[in-house]
């Protein structure tokens, strides 16, 4: 039986928890009283492992570094990139476990499996993960155990609302979905949109592929068969992404991506996360462990915070698809 509730409730119930701080002002500086610690020289090395090349991990990556360099350790950063290549993901993770670096840093699910799967002793922070529970990288979110913590991207809202918004708003009933079969992040967005989909009287065409190459002839395989589309955060086809873009709008087939970088690059619209800023709150927790206050067991897993929602006026133009002021969405132009 498919939910009644309107998009708009859904979207106001999600909790949005912001960051808050006090802006006590600046004590005069005092002499060292006898007996404390003096601040530390030490250099730490962190090896930064990321699957590939696209805007999302690019700003988790930096958002990492961020936090890093705002904070006060002194910190040398060895950043690896796979180029989308298992063989090099895998390479990279042993050099930084034999390089026995002080942290491993790493972006993506690949990138996190391929570390964990070389070292249980250096602490690894992930990011860019959606389910790292599924992903065999921790015990829980609550109690991550061993030697791992980090943040995932996946806001426990952005499918059903993704879903509802495709059925209310767009009218679809055909929804197609290119991803990787290989990639254990998309195998657990595909089921848990399986899940759903009833709920909201959609129907899910599917595409598969192996390579970005394969991008575009998957999405026009289908093309023909959906009256929307929808683009999850699978790497793979996110570095390709313009490729999905080009034959959804040449189509008119409203296309709608799960992060928000993809919006500038054709998407129609997202609801996403930000990706800086779960790379920033990785970084807070590199800080933690680096200073030993706590191990990656002691640190909590954490989704994001915030979902948002965001419109390409360009795109809605051209496939004729008017934005409604109740969308309450962010317009890029």
Known sequence: MRRSKG???LLGAIL?????????????????????????TETYTIGITQLMEHPSLNQATEGFQQALEESDLHVEFDIQNAQGDNSANDSI?????????DLIFANSTPSAQAALGKTT???????????????????????????????????????PVALEFLSEELGAEKVGIVYNAGEQNSRAQIDRIQEQMDEYGLELVEATVSTSAEVKQATESIVDQVDAFYIITDNMVVSAFESVADVATSQKVPLLAADIDSVPRGAFAAFGVDF???GYRAGEMAI???KGEKTPAEIPAEPPKTLKFMVNKEV????GVDIKPEWEAEIYE
């Open 276 to 278: 800086t800023e779960i």
């Open 16 to 40: 949005i928890l912001g960051a808050c701080g006090s802006n006590e002002s600046a004590a005069p500086e005092a002499e060292p009283s006898e007996g404390s610690e003096p601040e530390s």
């Open 93 to 101: 993770a042993s050099n930084l476990a034999g390089q026995n670096v």
């Open 288 to 290: 933690q462990i680096l």
């Open 7 to 9: 998009l708009m409730s």
């Open 316 to 319: 809605a133009e051209t496939i």
């Open 121 to 159: 002793d250096i602490p690894i922070v992930f990011t860019s993960v959606v389910d790292p529970v599924g992903a065999e990288l921790i015990d829980s979110m609550e109690e991550p155990g061993g030697n791992v913590t980090g943040t995932s991207h996946h806001h426990p809202d952005s499918i």
